[in-house]
């Protein structure tokens, strides 16, 4: 077991119960003085005992399940603690060993005992208590904070996945242009800045952005693709009022490029939609459809975009999200709904 409580925390609960304790029993017998040295013998006890048993005895008996050689050890430390606190207390203070029960005990009487083993009991537990409910509270908060640590690097290798893989089929699709020397090239060099523009500054370490920037985005991306597929359509249609909708950055990216990789081949008509909308103020329903030429060989979608699109999903949002794609009339449909998250 780790000292996880800072010192000074220590020296402020066992110095206001000290004062607590010489104040209480200073003003039942009016003896305050009595009350002073009673208790500096007392606390010099408690002390040492409350962190031999937390720092010694329970991480080797209890934390192993040795409960019988804990309960032995524990009863000598008590003894040890009795032997201790009946002897200076007659040779220091009085021979009255007890005052405070009002009637005299005798040393080594099994109620004395018994008395004197109960009150260090209660301590020990009163102590041990309070040390261990801030032990746990400080370990919870530092596992909240790993796993938000843990969260984030997930998030971001994700993220990282997602934009080199992006950028390298954008190179290629402008490498094509340029082989055949097309005056398209310094407008997909411009667009293309401004993707990298919005993934290198405007997301960084962001949680969540703005849809209305996540769908200029979007539109940055197909401009240059329809430099690609001249003959491509595509609409994105928005049915409610997207101002204060927030996403996760990149999202959506990934499935529209499949949109165009998989729905491009071998269709010359290519026709992607995209619906936006916001449902009851609370989710966000988001679908991107594009047709294609069914062929033998045609696979359903499950590449690098759709695997993390879904880890990103369930870091972020754990099960409360909808993820589905289908295929109808020769359309390839995915469909994303989302909680719309309530960030100022």
């Known amino acids: ?163 080199p893989h992006f950028f390298f089929n954008t190179l290629n699709n402008l490498y094509a242009l340029s082989l055949e020397s097309s005056n398209k090239v310094p407008d997909v060099i411009i667009k293309l800045s401004k993707l990298m523009e919005y993934v290198l500054y405007d997301i960084e370490g962001t949680k969540f952005v703005p849809l209305i920037k996540e769908i200029d985005y979007l539109q940055n991306y197909i401009e240059i693709e329809k430099l690609r597929f001249e003959n491509a359509t595509v609409n994105i249609n928005i049915e409610s009022n997207i101002d204060t909708v927030k996403v996760p950055p990149l999202l959506f990216i990934s499935l529209l490029e499949n ?37 033998p060989d045609f696979k359903t979608k499950k590449g690098i975009g759709l695997t993390n699109t879904k880890k990103r999903l369930k870091l972020i949002f754990n099960n409360d999200y909808t993820l589905e794609h289908k295929i109808k009339f020769n359309y390839y449909i995915i469909r994303i709904q989302i909680p719309i998250p309530n960030e100022d």
């Not at 491009?264 to 916001?278: D, M, S």
């Open 1 to 163: 077991m780790k000292f996880e409580i800072k010192l000074q925390n220590h020296i402020w609960f066992w110095g206001v119960y000290f004062l607590l304790n010489f104040l209480r029993w200073g003003a039942y017998f009016n003896d305050y003085q009595y009350s002073f040295k009673s208790n500096l013998i007392e606390f010099a006890l408690h002390i040492p005992l409350v962190y031999f048993n937390l720092f010694v005895l329970v991480p080797r008996y209890v934390l192993k399940s040795h409960y019988i050689k804990y309960a032995m050890a524990l009863l000598l430390s008590l003894f040890a603690i009795y032997l201790l606190k009946t002897g200076l207390t007659y040779f220091i203070i009085s021979e009255n060993i007890w005052p405070e029960a009002n009637r005299e005990y005798r040393p080594f009487e099994t109620n004395h005992i018994v008395a004197v083993c109960i009150g260090e009991l209660y301590v020990l537990a009163m102590a041990s208590s309070v040390y261990l409910t801030l032990t746990w509270l400080k370990e919870r908060d530092r596992n909240r904070a790993l796993r938000e640590e843990q969260f984030k690097i997930k998030l971001k290798y994700l993220k990282t996945q997602i934009q």
């Open 259 to 295: 949109a165009f990789k998989h729905g491009g081949a071998n269709n010359e008509n290519l026709k992607i939609k995209i619906n936006c909308k916001v449902i009851d103020g609370t989710i966000l329903n988001f679908e991107i459809l594009n047709n294609f030429v069914l062929s």
